[in-house]
């Protein structure tokens, strides 16, 4: 017979299993409990079981209610919808914002990174097709995404098919890079756990080639909340650690959603070779604030917050003669409204411009 003792630490455990269920999810501690009871008291489990369930039935219901006809007569027998395939490697013919494609390939790199707060079922079906607007008219090189929920990558595999994609995972919520085709090749990637994480994160890594060039890309979504500084200051060590002691022949470049603050940043320091591409690029205001509650009305919350929560880090390539990445040029992407009245995410996403230069001299990286 159980004692008193072991009863309430089982009430304590599952009271912190709910917890961190509902913090994952963004829901209460009452769904959070009904979930995990029915799969036994395993997080994970429970919240493949809630993302499946609910994300997939938002997916379903705004496709076919898109597809109804506006009438109930002379119903038709119809094959399933099939999200239509989009090469966006063309720039959107409809499109009211200028391109930046460069049509002859260029020799850089360009990149949009974006957490699509993919956790939030409201007017995600149009929300998705807003990312997939801006790719076709940004046509980036590289996406790094964050956020992402497993229907989500079924809608941008059938969507985006000019683009490899790669995923931090299978389950839940988690990370994912699109690479396009025709302009960057995949070679190796690779998952790298987050060990004492509490929020599922993880750090995804590639390397690429870019015209014959080595490119090594990170991204992650690091914990988040001001609570969890400890773990996220951790986490933040490890990426730098990796990005420090790549191979001096090759650039690295991190974009994600990193949830810090300026003061974490100053307590873990950065290496003496990797950069903060906001501040290289002169710290412009304009395009500071990624998390901005005073223009960005998807949460709908009363108070404001302005926080540079998404950055991304370079450390070029060192070697001589090797090809260096020297970052250009940024801009803040999805500031419009949908015709939903929402925008693509409660985040601004950040586009880059990288060029290519080459430089003689030895750049020494200390390790």
């Not at 898109?66 to 490697?89: N, W």
């Not at 998404?310 to 070029?316: A, E, G, M, S, V």
């Not at 985040?347 to 411009?353: A, F, L, R, S, T």
Request: glycine letters at 6%.
């Amino acid at each position: 017979m159980a004692s008193t003792s072991d009863a309430e630490d089982v009430e304590v455990s599952r009271t912190r299993l709910c917890e961190e269920f509902a913090g994952v999810a963004g829901t209460d501690c009452g769904v959070a409990q009904c979930y995990l009871a029915e799969n036994d008291w395993n997080v994970q489990r429970a919240l493949n079981s809630f993302f499946e369930a609910d994300m997939e039935k938002v997916f379903e219901d705004e496709w076919i209610s898109k597809q109804e006809p506006s009438t109930k007569e002379h119903k038709v027998e119809e094959k399933a919808p099939v999200a239509e395939s989009i090469d966006l490697t063309t720039d959107s013919p409809n499109s009211s914002r200028q391109s930046t494609k460069d049509d002859d390939g260029g020799s850089g790199l360009t990149i949009i990174s974006w957490n699509v707060d993919g956790l939030d079922t409201e007017n995600l079906l149009e929300r998705a097709r807003g990312l997939c607007s801006y790719l076709a008219d940004y046509t980036p090189d590289v996406v790094f995404l964050q956020e992402l929920i497993p229907p989500y990558v079924q809608y941008l595999k059938k969507r985006a098919v000019s683009y490899t994609i790669i995923q931090g995972g299978e389950d839940g919520y988690f990370t994912g890079m699109m690479l396009k085709k025709t302009r960057v090749k995949l070679l190796e990637s690779q998952i790298v756990a987050y060990p004492t994480t509490k929020m599922m994160r993880n750090l995804l890594m590639a390397q690429v080639a870019v015209r014959g060039a080595t490119v090594w890309l990170m991204t992650s979504h690091l914990e988040s909340c001001k609570e969890h500084s400890g773990e996220r200051m951790t986490q933040l060590r490890e990426v730098m650690r990796r990005m420090h002691k790549a191979p001096d022949d090759v650039s690295v470049v991190f974009a994600g959603d990193t949830n810090l603050r300026d003061s974490e940043v100053t307590v873990v320091g950065l290496p003496p070779a990797v950069c903060d591409v906001w501040e290289q690029l002169g710290s412009r205001e304009h395009c500071r604030y990624t998390w901005d509650t005073r223009a960005n009305s998807n949460k709908n919350v009363r108070y404001v917050s302005r926080c540079r929560f998404d950055r991304i880090y370079l450390r070029p390539a060192c070697r001589p003669n090797a090809p260096r990445l020297v970052p250009d040029h940024m801009m803040l992407v999805g500031l419009e409204k949908l015709d939903c009245g929402r925008f693509t995410s409660d985040h601004w996403g950040i586009y880059c411009n990288f060029t290519t230069t080459t430089t003689t001299d030895d750049v020494t990286h200390p390790k």
